[in-house]
């Protein structure tokens, strides 16, 4: 059986990871981290990092940043248990869309992601990725709440 488990370093994600772990220790699965070109995009050009469209070295530089990322939570799995490779994809639609697609390529038995990833206010404003995966997945996904805060 291979899972495959939605990574964005948040605090949500690591918690899928850690609980995945927990529940299928020694099971095959593959870390997604999606990379969101417009997202970064829009987060460079706030930062004042204006680059044109092209900006091969801009995007070599992310496409990097989101693979390391990728290889982050893979490590993160392993040390849960679980026999992990990292994947980074570009997202074609939406990150939910890339996250189904991945998992039909792959044949996922069941689908891992926490309930909020980095982009917390974004999701209010269009929906939840978790929530879309579940609603469009066609096969199982779990749905790992928020860690507790300690407050």
């Keep these: 059986m291979t899972i495959l488990i939605a990574y964005d370093g948040s605090d949500d994600a690591k918690a899928a990871i850690t609980f995945a772990g927990e529940i299928m220790k020694g099971e095959s699965a593959v870390v997604l981290t999606v990379w969101e070109r417009l997202a970064m995009t829009s987060a460079r050009a706030s930062a004042g990092l204006m680059t044109g469209i092209g900006d091969v070295a801009g ?8 693979r390391e990322l990728a290889r982050h939570g893979a490590d993160l799995a392993r040390q849960a248990g679980l026999n992990a490779t990292p994947r980074c994809d570009v997202d074609a639609v939406a990150v939910w869309a890339t996250i189904v697609d991945v998992a039909d390529e792959i044949d996922a038995k069941l689908i891992v992601t926490g309930t909020r990833g980095m982009g917390a206010v974004r999701s209010l404003l269009l929906g939840s990725t978790s929530d879309r995966v579940l609603h469009h997945a ?14």
Excluded: K
């Excluded at 995007?59 to 940043?65: I, M």
């Excluded at 066609?138 to 407050?151: I, Q, Y």
């Design 59 to 66: 995007d070599e530089a992310l496409g990097e940043a989101m």
């Design 138 to 151: 066609g096969r199982p996904v779990l749905v790992v709440p928020a860690p507790e805060s300690g407050t």
